[in-house]
């Protein structure tokens, strides 16, 4: 596999930043319209992406699995479970705390030692990426002798199922499940797609013009079902679209690459940081969104969802920048303290750790 300077890698990085965007935006513009009462002009884009915005981003994070699914189970817990475990209990205390008065109410303490108990087993607020990610890795280890047709088949029925829980580990388990196996098992496929998106253009953009408009068309339409709101969240039509969704990104990350400039670096730097981001864009979301609807300042839904949006773009990125140098890095970078194998560490991301 070739390095970041030939373009195999560097669009996986502009594909998590489209990713990561996609999240933000979802946060920030939902709860923004929400908090003022109506819907912008980003609600629109939010309901196009919702079929593949998740998909794509666990399918990116089965990419690498295969790298150190069959090393020794201490190191790949260092790898993909201790890892990832860090920055959960880390941001959920962090997070938690935050809300500490939401959380807590009139009960004290007491309440709020049970809160981080319960968040062990029941992932918390969004958190729950960072935790489904570990729980897949060990799963795909544990039955990584298995045929993979029968491993992929058998995510697909639980995709397929659709299977409803007030438990969010149990329901996203079984909704999400698929597409972090077909990363890990059609790797080499992937990395090939992009190669051929890459020295095929007009095919690619033909192939992507076709995908949004059928995307566009059942994400928004209708279909007529309190339980299956639009017909893009149908059962086989939610599965089929989440594939052809990911695999959409993986193309537009790969053009997007190689024609570069300032927006292909851009996606390419919060990619690179993904993790930084996701970790910690709900606080000033919140923070900003507060004060945008408490003032007054923009009346506009969909303007004031994309300054919301931007700031929980940015801020981690500012923070990070800020703590790099400083004891405070442990926010974003693993301390030796926490790993189970000796050894520099690659750069943290979600998606190739």
Same mark, same amino acid.
Request: glycine share 10%; aromatic share 10%.
């Given at each position: ?16 930043? &489209? ?19 109506? *819907?912008?002009?980003?609600?629109? @884009? ?22 150190? &699914? ?32 939401? &959380? ?31 729980? %897949?890795? @060990?799963?795909?280890?544990? =039955? ?10 058998? /995510? ?6 659709? &299977? $409803? ?5 149990? *329901? ?24 051929? +998106?890459?020295?095929?253009?007009? =095919? ?47 193309? +537009? ?5 190689? /024609? ?7 996606? $390419? ?17 919140? /923070?900003? $969104? *507060? ?19 931007? +700031? +929980? ?24 303290? %926490? ?7 690659? $750069? ?6």
């Amino acid at each position: 596999m070739g390095g970041v300077g030939d373009g195999r890698l560097a669009w996986v990085d502009v594909a998590k930043g &489209i990713c990561i965007l996609l999240v933000v935006m979802m946060h920030s513009v939902i709860g923004t319209g929400a908090a003022m009462g109506g *819907e912008g002009f980003l609600h629109p @884009v939010v309901a196009f992406a919702k079929p593949f915005r998740v998909p794509d981003f666990f399918l990116l994070s089965g990419l690498f699995l295969g790298r150190v &699914i069959d090393r020794d189970w201490r190191l790949f817990a260092d790898r993909r479970v201790v890892h990832f475990a860090y920055f959960y209990l880390l941001w959920l205390v962090i997070q938690s705390a935050a809300r500490y008065g939401s &959380i807590v109410g009139e009960s004290g303490p007491g309440a709020f030692a049970a809160h981080l108990a319960h968040a062990l087993v029941e992932p918390y607020s969004s958190l729950w990426f960072v935790y489904l990610l570990a729980v %897949f890795s @060990v799963v795909t280890k544990a =039955l990584r002798r298995c045929p993979g047709a029968l491993l992929l088949g058998g /995510a697909a029925l639980l995709q397929i199922a659709d &299977i $409803r829980s007030d438990a969010t580990l149990i *329901e996203e388990f079984c909704g999400r499940y698929v597409y972090f196996v077909a990363g890990y098992l059609f790797a080499s496929r992937i990395f090939a797609l992009a190669d051929v +998106a890459r020295r095929h253009v007009g =095919l690619a953009l033909g192939g992507l013009a076709a995908w949004a408009i059928l995307e566009g068309w059942l994400a928004l339409t209708p279909a007529g079902s309190p339980v299956y709101p639009t017909l893009a969240t149908l059962p086989l039509v939610s599965l089929a679209l989440g594939a052809a969704g990911a695999l959409a990104i993986v193309v +537009a990350a790969a053009l997007i690459e190689r /024609a570069g400039g300032v927006v292909a670096e851009a996606l $390419r730097t919060c990619g690179r940081r993904s993790i930084v981001i996701y970790l910690a864009f709900s606080l000033p979301m919140a /923070a900003i $969104r *507060e004060v945008l609807v408490r003032t007054g300042l923009v009346p506009d839904i969909g303007l004031a969802g994309l300054i919301v949006m931007a +700031a +929980a773009l940015l801020l981690p990125l500012a923070l990070e920048r800020m703590v790099r140098d400083t004891p405070l890095k442990l926010l974003f970078v693993r301390p030796k303290l %926490f790993r189970l194998a000796a050894g520099p560490r690659s $750069r943290s991301t979600l998606a190739t750790t």
